[in-house]
């Protein structure tokens, strides 16, 4: 379970996340939504310790954030926006130094549950490669399997599926969907409002790093009244497109 209360995030003046407040249940896939900059990132960072709030606090399987963030960081498994991984290692040094720090003792039942990761999102080939020769797919994947490895009951995902060829991303979903069953708490961000309507329970809709929506696909429908797709209702709680100025700009163009 995640709780997040009332977490405030100031960089100098600037208000990233301001007062926000919800909450992720065991079971439950929630969607983090927002425009470029609305504080998602910066959120989950708050969550894996990374950043200190500057007001407010989360708790994580119980474990307060503020005092108790080792305890915290034990039980999620983080994929950051940008994965940061050993450039000089190839993909299986690197799930096996994860797998070291997570203290799984060495044999091969670890081997063969890393090679079952890695072939389940076809990886297995390039693992003897260096990660500096992996696209960007391939290093996300390899991200994904190095917060998969210790087998955390909360995930914090953020934009896991960006970069991932569609067999990966249905290979993602049904991972998630399975973790889901056996009572996983999933946290994830996304653009891409189809992957959020397919996989999330409850989706949160942030703007200018405030909840603006709540909700299941249903509720926010309810709250968005008549707007049918999520697109709709995204685009009239956040701002649609200028269209007056894409024309303008168009019409400049020789
Ligand atoms: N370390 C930092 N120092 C100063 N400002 C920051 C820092 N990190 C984030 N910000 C600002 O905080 C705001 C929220 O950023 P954040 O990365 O959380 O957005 P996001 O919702 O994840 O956006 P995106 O969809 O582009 O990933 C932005 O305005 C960003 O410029
Ligand atoms: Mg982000």
């Known amino acids: 379970m995640i709780e997040v209360l009332g977490l405030k995030k ?21 969607g983090l939504l927002g425009p470029n900059g609305s504080g998602k ?12 709030p500057t007001e407010g606090t989360a708790k994580v399987m119980g474990f307060d954030i503020r005092d108790e963030i080792v305890e915290a960081k034990r039980m999620m498994g983080y994929v950051p926006e940008e994965p ?12 096996n130094y994860v797998s070291d720090i997570w203290r799984i003792p060495r044999g091969p039942e670890r081997e063969e549950e890393l090679d079952e ?4 999102l076809d990886i297995k080939d390039a693992s003897d490669d260096l990660i500096e020769t992996y ?18 009951k909360v995930l914090i995902l953020d934009e896991v599926q960006a970069g991932i060829d569609p067999r990966g991303a249905a290979t993602v979903k049904e991972i998630l969907n399975g973790l889901r069953a056996k009572g996983a708490t999933i946290l994830m961000s996304t653009h891409v409002l189809e992957i959020a309507e397919q996989l999330c329970d409850r989706i949160g809709i942030i703007n200018e790093g405030r909840m603006v929506a709540e909700g299941s696909m249903a509720d926010l429908r309810l709250q968005a009244k008549g707007e049918k797709s999520l697109e709709e209702i995204f ?15 168009l019409g400049d163009v020789k």
């Open 84 to 95: 940061v991984l050993p450039q000089r290692l190839t993909g299986w040094e690197y799930a």
């Open 135 to 152: 696209s960007k797919g391939m290093s996300r994947k390899t991200s994904l399997v190095a917060a998969l490895i210790h087998q955390p």
């Open 10 to 30: 100031m960089f100098n003046e600037f208000i990233a996340v301001d007062n926000l407040s919800f909450q992720v249940n065991p079971g439950e896939i929630y």
């Open 117 to 120: 990761l890695l072939t389940l």
């Open 41 to 52: 990132s910066t959120t989950m960072r708050m969550l894996l310790g990374l950043l200190k």
């Open 235 to 249: 685009l009239s709680l956040t701002g649609g497109p200028d269209m007056q100025k894409i024309a303008e700009y």
